[in-house]
């Protein structure tokens, strides 16, 4: 392919990503209209949400494996395709059940989407520009952030929600066409292939007993009959799981990536990055509503700050890892964010909007830094034929550190915060304590740093050239 046509291919590439993450944030937008329309409960509502998180945990490193194996091209078509067919069904969806099928179709056209659209992308460009592409694709991820509460409150209030999903097809269909027509193929056929069933149906059961178990526990106590059994279930999958992957010669989850600290470093910095942005969705609309008394749509444009500094920082992340490597963006991004963290957890019932603001701009440029760098480091210390399974595991391993910290940060604020009573003047207890674990958790991660590699791409480029 010539110059334009990766460049466009890279933008259908984008725009398929950008549609997953802009989706699911317009989805959360639209969880109290959804309540009111199909009379269910919030219980039951959240299955709306969990749905999609299972399926997509579940088969992020499937598609992983067989993209590694089979070729890229079109298991991400077919990605793109099954997401928009996923949409267009849901804005149909007749009631509660229907809404949660289509919305758990849409996560398998995610989980083929996302492995396979950034190693398919980077891989458009030479190996000294993966920094600025992976910077490119934050940003897209950031825009949609940004744009997804504001399109989304938009498009609810005025057509309904079913057009949260309706919106979702053309631009799947453009997607898909172009990748189609304009991506070289990549299909290859390996000498033998024997996709692990047994692997794939238990890490399909210990993430549901997982997500399934904690979300029981903190509904109705973690000695409740249905936490203990689903959790003693996850359990007693682990050692079934291990022996069963190192039995198998195509496991769905390489255990040898265990084994590699820099792919385990990076790991460790994408849960922290996962597990602050979800807390700052979580606790920061509490925090502005029940301490300082915001309403909706000023909590809305306090918090949009920060998602606009994610979008304007990752081009620049990005460009700091293809000069210095990722060892570099994602130490800064990590003590930036650490001392951000850390400033939040010490805001006040008296903070004032500009400290907010500046708190939360701090942590938004510590978030940019990190992230892209992270993923492609998670990429680059795994062998190129493992790439899409990498980052499979990469996102499942986030997914589940994240749900997994969400419940323990609900039950810290069930325990611990009260709304500040007039005339407090401390740090508010609860929000206090798990911003400051938050904190701890991104120290940390400068300590895992060292296990990075160092070599920018430019200088693993020169080596493979003297080989």
Known sequence: MNKTANYVVFAAIVIATFLTVINSNMVRLASPHLQAELN?????????????????????????????????????????????LGALLAGLAWDFTSLVIFRTLQAVGAAAIYPNALVAGTGLFPPEHSGK????????????????????????????WQ????????????????????????????????????????????????????????????????????LAGFAACLPLFKKIEENCDQPVIDLEMFRNRAFLSAVYVG??????????????????????????????????????????????????????????PIAAGLAIRSLALASIGLLTPHSTNTVITLTLLLDGLGAALMWSPSLNAAINSSPKEKASSATGLFNTIRLIAASTSMVLVGLAMDKLFTAAP??????????FHVYMAFATLAAVGLITTRYLKVHTPEEERVKLLQR
């Open 271 to 328: 849960c922290v990055h996962l597990i602050a942005i979800q807390g700052l969705q979580f606790l920061m609309p509490i925090y502005l509503a029940s301490v300082k008394g915001f309403d909706a749509v000023k909590i809305g444009f306090m918090l949009l700050p920060q998602a606009i500094v994610r979008l304007a920082v990752s081009p620049i992340a990005g460009m700091l890892e293809d000069r210095f490597g990722p060892k570099v």
């Open 133 to 160: 592409v992976m910077g490119i694709w934050g940003m897209a991820v950031s825009m949609a952030s940004v744009l997804g509460p504001t399109i989304g409150g938009f498009i609810v209030q005025y057509l309904g």
């Open 40 to 84: 269910v409960s919030y219980s039951n509502l959240s299955w709306v949400f969990n749905s999609y998180q299972i399926a997509y945990a579940i088969l992020l490193p499937v598609f992983g494996l067989i993209g590694d194996k089979f070729g890229r091209k079109y298991y991400l078509v077919a990605g793109v395709a099954i997401f928009g």
């Open 163 to 230: 057009y949260i999903f309706f919106m979702n097809v053309p631009f799947a269909v453009l997607s898909s066409l172009i990748i189609h027509f304009m991506f070289k193929s990549d299909r290859r056929k390996p000498q033998e292939f024997h996709f692990d069933y047994r692997g794939t149906v238990i890490l399909g059961a210990m993430i549901i007993l997982l997500i399934a178990g904690l979300q029981a526990g903190s509904e109705g106590g973690w000695s409740s009959p249905r936490a203990m059994i689903m």
């Open 422 to 431: 007039q005339g407090a003047s401390g740090p508010v207890s609860g929000f």
